[in-house]
């Protein structure tokens, strides 16, 4: 006779390693689905075990002990106030008794079970917003553009903001900003560098936050199967907000250069970091983009496209020779990419010009004025 045929008890089930694979990873190794239909008694214990080990695996960060005491406390209340109604009318064995109040008592139990598990699946599942219930509250005819390569791409918006999107990522924005806001819509990551405006704010949403700022740089890291949103300024200042669809917080969090938000998807909450050098996750993803310096004095045009080469991971074809000669001072740290190179073919002078086309760069210049 297999063993499970002698189990009367919820912990008998619970130490059987084979029940365990069985309920938590649809493993049904020793039959134990056809073994449990087999007997509608031994059907209701397997549930009430299935029951309490799934529980057990929900983690409890969304239950407070006070709200745990509270509804323990309840259940005992029910279960006294039951007693106390049924005693002096009726007499029971005290076998009889203990199985009723026990039946009585894990009723109740598996009956907040149930809502307790309800409510954190649902608070999940409402709590997590997806980049496709963003872009389907746009109205405005979006662009999307996925990164399915294994480097960054650089993305030109109309306003002349570019952004840097990382491998396994992908970005919805209009053709044309209109409106008094620009705004675009992440899922996974991306460096942005924003054109100044301050009458036209630029709102990233990403998840379950929105980064709102007139013109800096800053990156985001918003991936859907993730547990944390977070952003880090380079230059600027921006200001996170979550989103209205997670719930109806006015939370304001404001940002300074070499300042990043961690946005804990678990419980909603805003960590905010102000010294990154100290946070080993954050100083390990920092890109080249982000610690390059774009200040030049002095410095010879070739190393200036070298540098951007390296910051954004582009390929920049120039004229060497007509430009072996060429110094510039000047500084690029609060532009956006097209800003940088219009700069750079200005200053430059003699009819120097840019075209980008992807991650490709094409120089056309006379030489230095």
């Known amino acids: 006779m297999q063993k499970r045929n002698n189990y009367t008890e919820i912990e008998d089930f619970l130490d059987d390693k084979s029940f365990q694979l069985w309920i938590l990873s649809k493993i049904d190794e020793q039959g134990w689905e056809e073994w449990t239909l087999e007997n509608r008694q031994r059907a209701k214990l397997v549930q009430d075990a299935r029951l309490l080990l799934l529980a057990m695996k929900v983690p409890v960060n969304n239950i407070s002990s006070s709200e745990l005491n509270t509804a323990l406390q309840s259940t005992w209340i029910k279960i006294e106030e039951k007693e106390s109604t049924k005693k002096g009318n009726q007499i029971y064995p005290i076998k009889y008794l203990r199985q009723y109040w026990i039946g009585i008592a894990a009723t109740l139990f598996f009956a907040f079970l149930s809502v307790w598990v309800y409510h954190y699946q649902y608070n999940i599942n ?123 917080s006015k939370e304001e969090i404001v ?67 007509k430009l072996k000669d060429c110094h510039l001072t000047t500084s690029l740290s609060d532009q956006p990419l097209s800003e940088k190179l219009k700069i750079i073919c200005k200053s430059i002078g003699n009819e120097t010009s840019f075209e980008m086309n992807g991650n490709q760069i094409v120089i056309t210049s006379q030489g230095c004025n």
């Not at 992908?170 to 924003?194: A, D, Q, T, W």
């Open 126 to 248: 409402h709590t997590v917003v997806t980049y496709n219930e963003l872009i389907e509250d746009n109205s405005e005819g979006l662009v999307e553009q996925t990164n399915n390569s294994n480097k960054p791409q650089i993305i030109t918006l109309s306003d002349g903001s570019s952004v840097l999107l990382q491998p396994n990522s992908k970005l919805s924005y209009p053709k044309i900003f209109i409106g008094n806001e620009r705004k675009v819509y992440l899922s996974g990551e991306g460096f942005f560098e924003i054109s100044k405006n301050p009458k036209r704010p630029f709102l990233v949403y990403a998840n379950e936050i929105i980064t709102k700022v007139v013109g800096t740089s800053f990156r985001v890291r918003a991936y859907s199967d993730q547990p944390n949103v977070e952003v880090l300024v380079r230059t600027g200042k921006v200001k996170v907000i979550s989103n209205e669809l997670v719930g109806n």
């Open 255 to 321: 940002l300074l250069p070499n300042q990043a938000l961690r946005f804990l998807r678990s419980n909603l909450h805003f960590n905010k970091i102000t010294n990154i050098t100290e946070d080993k996750i954050l100083v390990s993803s920092v890109g080249n983009i982000e610690q390059l310096s774009f200040e030049f004095t002095d410095i010879p045009v070739a190393q200036i496209f070298k540098t951007i080469e390296q910051a954004y991971l582009v390929d920049i074809d120039f004229p060497k020779d």
